[in-house]
Nanobody, 116 residues
Framework: QVQLVESGGGLVQPGGSLRLSCAAS????????MAWYRRAPGRAREMVAT????????NYQASVKGRFTISRDNAKNTASLQMNSLKPEGTAVYYC?????????WGQGTQVTVSS
């Protein structure tokens, strides 16, 4: 059974930091491109960042470049998203996704609220 479990969400003040983690099981983690998405209230789900299988090729949504960093540890089957200088518009449910050409899996999401 495939499971992606996100953790690390919570309430943070504007300008603060959070680190999200995604623990994967039931897949050959190193074969999967990992990504973080988010869905803000009243908005469509959007890609935040992706990291390829060897951890070298990274992509970020323009609004988070320079503030967020995606990483992965293939030995521990985990992907992470370090979020710095958080803004109120970063309030959303953040989801982890694992994808190969023929399949994809999603986590249940973790809530991030940026508010003073």
């Amino acid at each position: 059974q495939v499971q992606l479990v996100e953790s690390g969400g919570g309430l943070v003040q504007p300008g603060g930091s959070l680190r999200l983690s995604c623990a994967a099981s039931g897949i050959t983690f190193s074969n999967y491109v990992m990504a973080w998405y988010r869905r803000a209230p009243g908005r469509a789900r959007e890609m935040v960042a992706t990291i390829n299988t060897d951890g070298i090729t990274l992509n970020y949504q323009a609004s988070v470049k320079g503030r967020f960093t995606i990483s992965r540890d293939n030995a521990k089957n985990t992907a992470s998203l370090q979020m710095n200088s958080l803004k109120p518009e970063g309030t959303a449910v953040y989801y982890c996704k694992a994808a190969v050409a023929w399949d994809e899996y999603w986590g249940q999401g973790t809530q991030v609220t940026v508010s003073s």
